[in-house]
Nanobody
């Protein structure tokens, strides 16, 4: 059974930094794109950043220049470095991966990690 487990969320003051991690475990043949999404109360889930298995990245306009997505293919792990955090970044952050296992290709989701930006 494939699992995505996020870590690194928490409470941080405006202007601070956090680094989120998401590790995929299980029998995985390939991981294609990996993404971070977020969902704030009363809002739809939105794409924050994505990275292909070749390293190409995409970011939401609201986080460009502040957030950096990266991945370690040997560890099946994706990271999100978040700098200059703002109160509007407060949300539950989810990682997602397009991957192939013994049962086929599908998209997996993590359970989410809370990020709160507040003084």
């Amino acid at each position: 059974q494939v699992q995505l487990v996020e870590s690194g969320g928490g409470l941080v003051q405006p202007g601070g930094s956090l680094r989120l991690s998401c590790a995929a475990s299980g029998i995985i043949f390939s991981i294609y794109a990996m993404e971070w999404y977020r969902q704030a109360p009363g809002h739809q889930r939105e794409l924050v950043a994505g990275i292909s298995n070749g390293g190409s990245t995409v970011y939401a306009d609201s986080v460009k220049g502040r957030f950096t997505i990266s991945r370690d293919n040997a560890r099946n792990t994706v990271y999100l470095q978040m700098n200059s955090l703002k109160p509007e970044d407060t949300a539950v952050y989810y990682c997602s991966a397009d991957l192939r296992t013994i049962t086929g290709r599908f998209r997996a989701w993590g359970q989410g990690t809370q990020v709160t930006v507040s003084s």
